[in-house]
């Protein structure tokens, strides 16, 4: 099983454990550093029988942080090849600012889901539990699928959408760990495997404290895109518990994912039980068809005559209602022309009326104006004598008097003559204004009855033209009247048709419910049968819907399981598991899943239940036995059934139930999920002096370097100057590298070939396009596919991972238990073509990931000494295969480099000491030539071939001199000859080849 990097509960470790077995299995805690009994007890139940294999060099928080540094970047519709500030400060046109699109189905994938694509970060680690894909996936299996072929499954069945989101996570999981279990294993000594290193414990507690310590210093930044990780649990259910090809793998590790596999085994009998009981009912049904076919004809004559009936009884409503708007109509006409012989009647006497009141007001207007011309000549007397009054007045001074004012005023008042015409003037005034009052009025007289006149004779007209639409209306009335009179004698008789059409279709659907009465009566025994039949066919079919709904709330116990550690709740971690077993464990039993999920109660019904559907069954058999009509030529279904159906559900299911119920129980109590629960929701920080403590002393048998100063090593590989530091991918080249890793993982295979050929150009602006990568259409494709068979090993890039360094003598079971990656194909020398290919390598590879991952570690004494792989920074990523692609049992190219930051060239020792011929095995011809050149370059030759020449001038220390060659010669040292002759037989033997 695999844990998750914690340790934190050993709060007062002192001195190395050791826990030692005996074949009886009889273990005995002498453990001075199991400072709790759970701890001691998590080690015996694991040594007694449980499995437990590998270890999660990253824990969950660390894995949400890469998967969300690759969202931010990736929802771009594109991604860098780089992370961290190289990434944010990159020049245009450099490595980092070039972009490589994702595929878009990917890509709708992961901004549609981001919460998915974080909760498959979280990968093997958690789904579809915490135990069965970390001693399956993590690993890879012995003779089974590697973790590749578990990822090719995935892939192959995720179409899109959060399915494909999750998978891509579950990408970076995998793609993180690569990097994050070289530079783990590669300090404690080896992989995390209790029944590997049964004797002792000393590693698995290495990797604890390990994990643990980075895994405080890993900032929570992944809830910018999801309050908590969603996976798509009906994907996981369908693809990682009952998919049949993943169950067979999880079959070789049976005693620990017995549970898993035993829900899929129920599911598939269940499943298969009810595929044939469906083809038997099919088989009884077809057969039952030819003996009810009268009884569906009687039905379907019923059926018509009742809609016969219906539409007759609408056509006899529809007849009626005709006839009475008939009537309706026939009466209206009736008064209208009783109204248009009225407007006849009585307009004609109103018209004479009318015209006598015009003569009387015609006259009336003659008499009047024959008075006006009088009116006129004595109103226009009467202004006459109202001017001459003016004037009088005028002759006086009043026009003097009034420009004046107050004073003119004065001084007319006291003038008689001034007097005497105003008062004349006064009268003649109003003597005008009664005659002109008297003319106004014959006037206004005179325009009354004009008035009445124009609108008796508008009476009139009106009248006239009433009497003539009336007249028009009597002619069009009493033509309708006559032909609706005639309609009505067809409408009657359509009503009387309709009447007769009703008794007849009441009298057929009566005969019709006579003999489907008959009928049924007569084919009751076989509507019985189907009626008892066919719901145990849909029990079938419910039960295994059900126990998929039960796998698909398994996996969201899962998931809130590992949602409790991330966010640190109160109350126990498992919760969520036993609440599922307390919902979900009675649809494994046939209990249909409203139930337990209406109460929400772990109720044993299955035995009533069972009872009941075995009777059910019985009477079946019992009905196919007295009905022989039911066995068709070469069909014996009674046979079939017992066979199928009966003895499966008695035998087979039940085995299968009772199996289910106890690997979930044994799941669900198994102590070792427990502890591993416990180790992770531990709250303690691990400090740099416990971290030291653990790794100072070894009292295994393993043979582990012992390094008191850990915690600073750890520190200058992570980037952490104090205690309280947070990782970063910019300092931490391990993390760096997932990132890195994890957004290649994304990509098709024609946008990692244009990153391929971008580098390569780069390094070599001669070199040519090239498709390193291939797609065949319909398959699943990812850099990762071919290339990594375990997950828990280190440098999965290679086929070979790197020895474990170890005090003293070679490495236990190293080669052949350290192939972690994939045997090469189509030439290359790994799976994992980006160091694979040769050309890669140097050019794309180097490029793309940071190294070398643990510096710190790499300057111990021991290992700059002794290991036979040892890495630097002009060497990141020693080899274990030699250029021509045969497997190195030591890489040593580093110590060729020795000096080199000082600028003194690639390879200085060869100026300062005599190498051996292995020093020069893992240099390529290329390499070799610029190895032999240096030498001469630190002399001050110059070269002629240009790429010598590009090469060299390129170097900061490189000096050309114009000494004579012979005299440049001389110079050379016995040593610097030496070396030479050992590069040139070098490339002899490599040219051979």
């Known amino acids: 099983m695999a844990f998750l990097a914690a340790i934190a509960h050993f709060d007062s470790i002192e001195k190395r454990s050791r826990v030692p077995t005996s074949r009886s299995g009889v273990v005995r805690c002498i453990n001075r550093r199991c400072a709790r009994a759970m701890t001691c007890f998590f080690l015996i139940s694991v040594l007694a029988g449980i499995p437990a294999q590998n270890s999660l060099a990253f824990s969950l928080d660390t894995h949400l942080y890469i998967a969300t540094k690759v969202l931010d970047d990736a929802l771009t519709g594109s991604i860098s090849v780089c992370a961290g500030e190289a990434l944010a400060s990159a020049k245009p046109g450099s490595q980092c600012a070039k972009r490589y699109p994702i595929p878009p189905t990917t890509l709708e994938a992961l901004k549609g889901n981001p919460n998915a694509y974080l909760a498959g970060a979280l990968g093997p680690d958690v ?5 069965t894909s970390q001693v399956t996936i993590h690993p890879g299996l012995k003779d089974g699928w590697g973790t590749d072929d578990f990822l090719r499954h995935l892939l192959a069945n995720a179409g899109g959408g959060a399915d494909l989101a999750w998978v891509s996570g579950f990408l970076s999981h995998a793609s993180s760990d690569v990097f994050a279990h070289s530079w783990v294993n590669h300090y404690a000594g080896g992989i995390f495997d209790i029944a590997e290193h049964s004797d002792s414990n000393e590693i698995e507690v290495r990797h604890f404290v390990l994990e643990r310590y980075i895994a405080d210093r890993t900032p929570r930044i992944w809830s910018k895109y999801a309050a908590i990780p969603e996976a798509p649990n009906e994907f996981v259910a369908d693809q990682l518990m009952l998919a049949n090809p993943v169950s067979l793998q999880f079959k070789k590790v049976i005693k620990v994912t017995g549970h898993v596999v035993a829900i899929e085994v129920l599911h598939e009998n269940v499943q298969k039980v009810y595929e044939d009981a469906l083809a038997i009912s099919k088989t009884i049904n077809d057969i039952g068809l030819k003996k ?9 004559n019923l059926k018509l005559a009742e809609e016969g009936l219906k539409l007759a009884g609408k056509g006899l409503e529809e007849s009626e209602n005709v006839l009475k708007h008939r009537d309706e109509l026939i009466e209206a006409a009736g008064r209208s022309l009783l109204d248009a012989a009225k407007i006849i009647d009585e307009n004609p006497g109103l018209i004479t009326g009318w015209r006598q009141q015009i003569e009387v007001a015609k006259n009336s207007i003659n008499l009047q104006e024959s008075g006006l011309e009088g009116l006129r000549d004595a109103a226009r007397a009467a202004k006459n004598l109202v001017d001459d009054a003016q004037r009088v007045l005028d002759a006086t001074g009043a026009t003097i008097c009034s420009k004046w004012g107050w004073l003119g005023d004065l001084l007319c008042s006291t003038n008689p003559a001034y007097r005497s015409a105003q008062t004349t003037l006064n009268i003649a005034r109003e003597a005008f204004n009664a005659k002109q009052n008297v003319l106004n009025e014959a006037l206004s007289v005179i325009d009354g009855f004009k008035k009445l006149i124009k609108d008796l004779e508008s009476k009139i007209v009106e009248a006239e033209q009433a009497i003539a639409n009336a007249r028009i209306a009597q002619r069009t009335v009493g033509l309708q009247l006559e032909a609706d009179r005639a309609q009505r004698k067809l409408d009657m008789e359509a009503v009387k048709f309709t009447r007769k059409r009703v008794e007849e279709a009441t009298k057929l659907a009566q005969q019709s419910q006579q003999d489907l009465d008959r009928l049924t009566k007569d084919l009751a025994p076989v509507v019985d049968l189907l009626a008892r039949y066919n719901p145990i066919v849909l029990f079938l079919q419910h039960w295994a819907a059900d126990i998929r709904r039960a796998s698909v709330a398994f996996s969201k116990s899962s998931q809130g399981v590992a949602v409790h550690l991330l966010t640190a709740e109160e109350g126990s971690a498992l919760d969520p598991y036993f609440k599922w077993y307390e919902c979900w464990s009675p649809v494994l039993g046939a209990v249909p899943s409203e139930v337990p999920q209406t109460v929400c109660t772990a109720k044993d019904i299955y035995t009533d239940l069972h009872d009941k559907l075995t009777t059910e069954i019985n009477q ?32 087979e299911v039940r085995k299968a139930v009772s199996r289910a119920g106890g690997e979930i129980a044994a799941f669900l109590y198994n102590p070792q999920l427990k502890v591993l629960i416990e180790l992770i929701t531990s709250k303690e920080r691990i400090s740099d002096a416990r971290l030291n403590d653990i790794y100072a002393r070894d009292e295994s048998k393993s043979r582990l370097l012992e390094i008191p100063d850990a915690a600073e090593r750890v520190r200058r590989d992570a980037g952490l100057v104090l205690e309280s530091d947070t990782i970063s991918e910019d300092r931490f080249a391990a993390l760096y590298d997932a990132i890195v890793l994890s957004k290649l993982a994304l990509l098709d295979a024609f946008a990692l070939n244009a990153v391929y050929n971008d580098l390569m150009v780069e390094a070599n602006p001669q070199a040519q396009p090239r498709k390193l990568f291939a797609e065949t259409p319909g398959q699943p494709f990812s850099i ?4 990594v068979s375990s997950i828990d090993g280190n440098h999965q890039w290679q086929a070979v991972g790197l020895p474990y360094p170890v005090s003293t003598g070679a490495v236990s079971g190293w080669p052949s238990k350290s192939r972690f990656g994939r045997s090469g194909y189509a030439g290359a ?7 694979g290919d040769p050309n890669a390598r140097e050019a794309v590879f180097k490029r793309l990931f940071r190294g070398p991952l643990s510096p710190g570690m790499d300057a111990l004494p021991a290992i700059v000494a002794n290991y036979q792989f040892p890495s630097c920074e002009r060497y990141p990523f020693p080899s274990t295969t030699k250029p021509d692609g045969s497997e190195a049992t030591y890489d040593t190219t580093c110590r060729l480099m020795l000096g080199a930051v000082d600028n003194r060239g690639e390879y200085p020792v060869l100026s300062e000491r005599v190498i051996k011929s292995r020093d020069l095995a893992q240099l390529s011809p290329w390499a070799l030539r610029v190895a032999r050149n240096e030498i001469f370059a630190r002399h001050g030759y110059k070269f002629g071939p240009d790429e010598l020449v590009r090469h060299f001038s390129a170097q900061p220390w490189y000096a050309p001199s114009d000494i004579p060659i012979p005299e440049l010669v001389e110079n050379l040292t016995r040593t610097e000859w030496r070396n030479i002759s050992l590069i040139q037989q070098a490339e002899l033997r490599t040219k051979r080849r």
């Open 127 to 131: 789904f579809p539990d915490f135990i």
């Open 292 to 300: 009810l076919q009268p009884l569906e004809i009687a039905k379907g």
């Open 784 to 787: 990762l596919l071919r290339a």
């Open 829 to 835: 020398q790994s799976g994992f073509l980006l160091w």
């Open 620 to 651: 079946v058999v019992d009905s196919l036995g007295s009905l022989g009509w039911l066995i068709a030529p070469n069909i014996k279904v009674q046979q079939e059934f017992e066979k199928k159906v009966k003895k499966p559900l008695e035998k």
